[in-house]
């Protein structure tokens, strides 16, 4: 499976982008597909993942409420929008996809992905 993620821009503070994560290879069907993010100097971090199959989402506490995933089958592409942002999610974006399980608790975990995208950058100005 091999991922083209990409809508990472330049941006103002309380602005908003979209964030899409294409399949090439294969449909999304049976996976979990992952967002995580990595700022300069830090870790990368889970941001949110959608479950292909059903529909349901799991999100990082910062991001829940600004950030929401959503799926277009016809385009297997996966996407995140992301309200409100703030110079703290400043960062390069990566999309991931996994096998899915009965349980999502599982996916908050970058090691529990085996396809990883190239990263898009998302710049959020003061």
């Known amino acids: 499976v091999q991922l083209q993620a990409c809508g990472g821009g330049l941006v103002q503070a309380r602005g908003c982008l979209r964030l899409?994560?294409?399949?090439?290879?294969?449909?999304?069907?049976?996976?979990?597909v992952g967002w995580f993010r990595q700022a300069p100097g830090e870790e990368r971090e889970f941001v949110a993942a959608?479950?292909?199959?059903?529909?349901?989402?799991i999100y990082e506490h910062s991001v829940k409420g600004r950030f929401t995933t959503s799926k277009d089958s016809a385009k297997n592409t996966v996407y995140l929008q992301m309200d409100s942002l703030t110079p703290e999610d400043t960062a390069g974006y990566y999309c991931?996809?996994?096998?899915?399980?009965?349980?999502?608790?599982?996916?908050?975990?970058?090691?529990?992905?085996?396809?990883w995208g190239q990263g898009t950058l998302v710049t959020v100005s003061s």
């Open positions: 899409s994560c294409t399949a090439s290879g294969r449909s999304f069907s049976s996976f979990v």
């Open positions: 959608l479950k292909w199959d059903d529909g349901r989402s």
């Open positions: 991931a996809a996994a096998r899915s399980g009965n349980v999502l608790s599982p996916f908050y975990r970058a090691e529990r992905y085996n396809y």
